[in-house]
């Protein structure tokens, strides 16, 4: 089945340790997110990738990057973690070039911060 | 700015129909969606509306009114699975999407 896949699922790091996050899909969307959701709010969209040009949201800080080697993966990276990071990262795919592109999520990696 | 209201948290009984409303002001309009969320887990698709009127998917139905920036997902004979956050987002001018924090639906047998 084609889908969208977070690893890892639980992420456990220490305050300041860096930490790398992953996503793949097999949907061959051209579009990939990231966003960040904490408990009972909506998600915040940190950045997103049309193809291979980088969108990063004004307010997203400079702690988050991202890297989308090929279609296929995209990865987050958090250089410095604090515990406000901690959260569910949510990746999301969408085929954008005309019509609906809706966006379909893989599972999502919960971060703990300690 | 932007914004997208929606209720916080409903209740309702298992078999029975509810209706959670969504109410939106953007920069523009190309489209709003429907998600469902479990706790823990990613949201998932259910519904999009860009015209007026309402769309039928079998338990689900999502309604649009463009004119008055609302729109309501109607869920019919409810099940103990239907448990979830129901998110709104909308489909901006500029192609963003705008993302409300979500309505918890709690169902009772």
């Known amino acids: 089945d084609a889908m969208v896949i977070q690893n890892p699922r639980y992420q456990v790091t220490q305050f300041g340790k860096p930490v790398t996050l992953s996503c793949s899909q097999t949907l061959n969307h051209n579009v990939m997110y990231w966003y960040q959701q904490k408990s009972s709010q909506a998600p915040k969209l940190l950045f997103h990738?049309?193809?291979?040009?980088?969108?990063n949201e004004a307010d997203t800080p400079d702690n988050f990057q991202s890297r989308r080697p090929n279609t296929s993966f995209c990865f987050l990276d958090i250089r410095s973690p604090g515990l406000g990071d901690a959260a569910m990262y949510l990746c999301?795919?969408?085929?954008?070039?005309?019509?609906?592109?809706?966006?379909?999520f893989g599972p999502g990696t919960r971060l703990t911060v300690l | 700015g932007q914004n997208i209201d929606q209720p916080t948290e409903m209740t309702a009984t298992e078999g029975a129909i509810v209706q959670i409303n969504c109410t939106y002001q953007?920069?523009?309009?190309?489209?709003l969606f429907w998600y469902q969320q479990h706790a823990g887990e990613a949201p998932t698709f259910l519904s999009y509306n860009v015209l007026d009127g309402l769309e039928e998917k079998g338990r689900f139905s999502s309604f649009l009114s463009r004119s008055k920036g609302y729109s309501y997902l109607l869920l019919k004979e409810l099940q103990m699975k239907d448990s979830a956050s129901y998110l709104c987002?909308?489909?901006?001018?500029?192609?963003?999407?705008?993302w409300g924090a979500g309505t918890k639906l709690i169902i009772k047998p």
């Open positions: 999301a795919t969408s085929w954008q070039r005309g019509g609906v592109d809706t966006q379909y």
């Open positions: 990738y049309y193809d291979k040009d980088f969108n």
């Open positions: 953007t920069s523009g309009f190309n489209g």
């Open positions: 987002a909308v489909r901006d001018s500029n192609y963003q999407l705008i």
